[in-house]
């Protein structure tokens, strides 16, 4: 048994506890709570610099790890089907995703205090690198197919592959959709159906030139679609926004991640909330791509639950979720940090299903417990934590990985 001190815990649950502590015992959180003294439990005091707060582990809700090799390789773009271009590009120069890029992005992503991603992969190349790390993942494997002949057969051949993977217990894997410009109204369906209660993941909303596509049937993506050969006349525009297709599609659900939803209106938030879907908001890559800055503080007043991703380096200059938080508190300033912080934390960790395991510090949780050095006139934690922390001040408390866990 330890008990860890510091200055601040946030155990997210609850408000941040001054002068806090935290009980471990095999690697589990037995308890927290504000001042250990006149303490009888004679439990050994480990008391780490007085001048910290305490909190979970960070959930990077999106990313996509097999693109890490991409790293300032994919410059900004006026607009996303052009920044997108730019990346097919380059990823058609390799064979495949380099693994060594992929080893330092969760070396990287850990050391600025990640416990959780979920993320996106077409080759399913991240899963021996997170198998070796001490990352948890919902691992999605991405269906892309715009005139699938057989979504049915393609699911199942996705299927197949994850059911070759060596099963372990802090990686989830599930099949997923790219986006509803990418994958045909057919393959929507037939994944929707095999989902079962995995969670999944569809990039969504996320450029002007999808609301274009899925209204008209015109634009950028048509452009591209044609030009890849994938294009089918087959396929007719349901006059429809993002969140009314794959609604139409049996995707709208309470496992749903509806990620970046940058063009989405109130009404269509507001169809996510009420359904318990979650948004997946990453502001920088958004930025990057020529997708437009995502409307945040609208995301928090429709009441949908939002989670926060960093997505790939190709689109984002590190994987440190701090950096994420600094954008979004700029873009959301009327939003509680409590709320922002919680959706670094407990919300992404509901929403990839590891709630029960990993969010925030309770009784029967994982110990995966960052430290953050505070300036010692720090009076609002958690304002302070929004405002950039860099790796450097950022130090895990336990060593219980998720391979420790029962």
């Not at 600094?326 to 919680?342: C, F, G, N, S, T």
Request: net charge negative; charged share 20%; glycine share 8%.
């Amino acid at each position: 048994m330890s008990i860890l001190r510091a200055r601040w815990v946030l155990p997210i649950s609850q408000p941040p506890i001054e002068n806090g502590w935290v009980e471990i015992q095999d690697g589990r959180i037995i308890a927290c709570g504000a001042d250990l003294q006149g303490d009888q439990s004679g439990a050994r005091r480990d008391a780490p610099p007085p001048s910290i707060a305490i909190l979970p582990g960070l959930v990077n809700a999106h990313t996509h790890l097999e693109l890490s090799w991409m790293r300032d390789r994919v410059p900004p773009g006026a607009t996303m089907p052009e920044w997108v271009e730019r990346l097919m590009a380059l990823r058609r120069t390799v064979d495949r995703d380099p693994p060594e890029a992929i080893h330092e992005a969760i070396r990287e992503a850990r050391a600025a205090g990640t416990t959780l991603v979920g993320d996106i992969t077409n080759t399913l190349a991240s899963y021996e690198p997170l198998a070796d790390s001490a990352l948890s993942a919902a691992v999605f494997r991405e269906l892309l197919g715009f005139s699938a002949a057989d979504p049915a057969a393609t699911v199942a051949a996705a299927r197949a592959e994850i059911e070759a993977l060596t099963p372990i217990a802090w990686l989830r894997p599930s099949i997923v959709p790219h986006a509803p410009y990418s994958v045909s109204p057919g393959l929507l369906r037939a994944i929707a159906g095999a989902a079962g209660a995995s969670t999944v993941s569809i990039h969504l909303g996320e450029s002007s030139e999808e609301v274009e596509f899925l209204r008209h049937g015109r634009g950028a993506w048509r452009g591209m679609l044609a030009r890849l050969g994938v294009w089918t006349d087959e396929w007719k525009a349901p006059a429809a926004g993002p969140v009314g297709y794959i609604a139409a599609n049996g995707l709208l659900t309470d496992r749903l991640l509806a990620v970046h939803c940058v063009q989405l209106t109130d009404v269509e938030l507001q169809a996510l909330a009420a359904a318990g879907a979650t948004v997946v908001t990453c502001p920088r890559s958004n930025r990057w791509t020529g997708a437009g800055l995502p409307p945040v503080e609208r995301f928090y007043a429709s009441g949908v639950r939002v989670a926060i991703g960093t997505d790939s380096l190709s689109s984002v200059e590190d994987l440190n979720l701090f950096s994420e938080l600094k954008l979004i508190r700029d873009l959301a300033p009327a939003v509680p940090p409590r709320e922002i912080l919680a959706s670094a934390t407990t919300h992404g960790a509901d929403a990839l299903g590891f709630g029960d395991e990993l969010g925030t510090i309770q009784p029967g949780k994982r110990a995966e417990l960052i430290a953050v050095r505070l300036p010692s006139e720090t009076v609002d934690v958690e304002e302070y934590l929004l405002s950039g922390i860099e790796p450097s001040d950022v130090t895990w408390l336990s060593a219980c990985g998720p391979r420790e866990a029962p």
